[in-house]
């Protein structure tokens, strides 16, 4: 059955656009010069949006084809006007600048719209339900994360409960994306304090998932999807490039979780040591750093063991810390070796508002003096001080890596489920519903990264191994679709051209 293309999206993002930038253009805001003083950008962000968005024109309003206000037409293109755009020159400068703050955070969010919708076509209704469902389906979910951030719990469980009954676990691509979300905004507007309350403070709150079915999800993300392992090849690969010429080498861990009960990143580098026609390394270290210092030590011992077996030198040690309690004194480092520090998919999780945390350990980091540094994140945008801008960067990503799952996965593999509901349905409801030191999930541009390294004082340090990338994602993608392209110096792995992990070389 050939896809159905989905009408009129292009007019809806112009149309949700042009109305939300006009209407807060014609409103003032308080000054809260959050950009001069360490506050709470999180809670004057969500208490901002809030109050526009009790201003702006609500999305699923557009789902039915009457308009109670005959002004504003999809058609026509008309909209009424509430007041005059004479008041903006005579706000202050302070008040000025916080307008056009929030009014480029809600464009990017209305922006957010078009991607998300577009992430729909065409994998969505190929199968089964029409086009007209499922843009119907993203302006329910977008509708009520807009009633959520405004605390309107009883519109906002009437889309719950509209949802719930379209957005099916075992459904189409979209419909098992949109299922994650409804997950999330549920919990979310469980913990919204009432309208009028001063602030908003949600609590931890997580869906008890067991620590062995989180294991199994893991690995089967490992197994199924190429994104963990692209970033264990090319940081594999640029620590190779590293040891030429050293004889004794020390690798700190920062995220051995992700090396799985097996150890599998280290495992494939023992292998690439082994086969090279050079003489290896005299002896390799390896300070696996975490919480789970048993865990730690029983794959420590493996790879010992893995290790002998090949002929390499290999001593493991554990570092029984979380990142934000790190500090170089913890890592006993000799003064003949070189030091290499490893994170995949570790640092975003010490990101906060603050920024203190993570400037902490980038500065541990630095006064360990690392001859390379090897970052691998999630390359998009679920930082930013708005809710609703979260919520459609987190949908129009994940919405891609639920259409490369319907690409490699039957729809009821029991495999394909696992890995949705346990792994990623994980991070969506942190991103969704969890605010201050409960969320975790902040994952951001390589830009931005980028910003931060650079202010830490580590300089970037291009990947120039395209050829042999492009020749690993041809054996071990699983199917077409994804992409890889290079990007001021770093790898950057896509599903159809939407970034999803990004890999980056730093040297202090």
């Known amino acids: 059955m050939a896809p159905v293309p989905i009408p009129f999206v292009s007019d809806y993002y112009q149309h949700y656009a042009t109305y939300d930038m006009m209407s807060l253009s014609f409103a003032s805001y308080p000054s809260t010069n959050s950009l001069d003083h360490d506050i709470d950008i999180e809670a004057i962000g969500i208490a901002q949006e809030e109050r526009q968005m009790k201003r702006t024109y609500s999305i699923d309003e557009s789902i039915g084809s009457n308009y109670a206000d005959s002004s504003f037409d999809l058609g026509s293109k008309k909209m009424r006007r509430s007041c005059s755009v004479s008041s903006l020159p005579g706000l202050p400068r302070a008040q000025f600048r916080d307008h056009i703050l929030t009014l480029t955070q809600r464009y990017l969010a209305a922006e957010a719209v078009e991607e998300a919708a577009a992430a729909v076509s065409p994998a969505v209704v190929e199968e089964d339900g029409s086009a007209d469902d499922a843009m119907k389906l993203v302006h329910l979910l977008i509708a009520c994360a807009e009633a959520v951030a405004c ?104 995220g051995m979780t992700h090396g799985l009960q097996d150890g599998h990143q280290w495992r494939s580098l023992i292998e ?72 995949i998919l570790q ?50 990503y994940y919405s891609a890596i639920f259409d490369s799952l319907e690409a490699m996965l039957p729809r009821y593999d029991t495999r394909r489920a696992k890995v949705e509901q346990f792994y990623f349905a994980e991070e969506i409801r942190n991103i969704v519903s969890c605010e201050g030191q409960g969320r975790v999930e902040r994952h951001e541009r390589m830009d931005q990264w980028r910003r931060r390294m650079s202010r830490a004082g580590f300089q970037s340090t291009p990947i120039r191994m395209m ?21 001021k110096g770093c790898l950057v792995l896509g599903w159809k051209s939407k970034p999803i992990i990004a890999t980056s070389c730093w040297k202090c």
């Not at 507007?189 to 931890?204: Q, T």
């Not at 300070?287 to 010992?304: M, W």
């Not at 077996?309 to 000799?334: C, H, M, Q």
């Not at 042999?468 to 077409?480: H, P």
Request: hydrophobic fraction near 40%.
């Open 347 to 396: 640092l975003h999780c010490v990101v906060k508002e603050s920024r203190g945390a993570l400037n902490s350990v980038l500065q541990t980091i630095h006064e360990l003096s690392p001859k390379v540094l090897v970052l691998v994140e999630q390359d998009s945008s679920h930082n930013g001080p708005f809710f609703l801008g979260r919520f459609m960067e987190a949908l129009h």
């Open 467 to 487: 050829g042999q990338a492009k020749e690993w994602l041809e054996k071990n993608s699983g199917c077409e679709g994804y992409t890889l392209v290079e990007e």
């Open 272 to 343: 690439s040591l082994s086969g090279q026609s050079s003489t290896p390394p005299k002896r390799i270290r390896i300070t696996g750093v975490g919480q789970q210092a048993e865990k730690l030590r029983s794959i420590g011992n493996g790879l010992e063991k893995y290790a002998h077996a090949n002929g390499i030198t290999l001593e493991f040690s554990v570092v029984e810390s979380n990142l934000e309690n790190l500090r170089p004194e913890d890592i006993k480092v000799e003064d003949n070796e070189k030091v290499i520090v490893n994170s």
């Open 151 to 254: 605390r309107d719990k009883t519109r906002a469980s009437m889309l719950l409960s509209d949802l719930r009954s379209r957005a099916l676990v075992f459904g189409a691509a979209f419909q098992r994306v949109a299922s994650c979300f409804v997950q999330g905004l549920t919990v979310r507007l469980s913990f919204l304090h009432p309208v009028g309350s001063a602030g908003l403070i949600l609590p931890v709150h997580e869906i008890e998932i067991s620590s062995e079915k989180k294991d199994e999800a893991l690995c089967l993300v490992y197994e199924i999807c190429p994104h963990m392992k692209f970033g264990h090849f090319v940081a594999n690969s640029t620590i190779l490039e590293a040891f030429e010429g050293e004889s004794f080498i020390h690798i700190i861990d920062l």
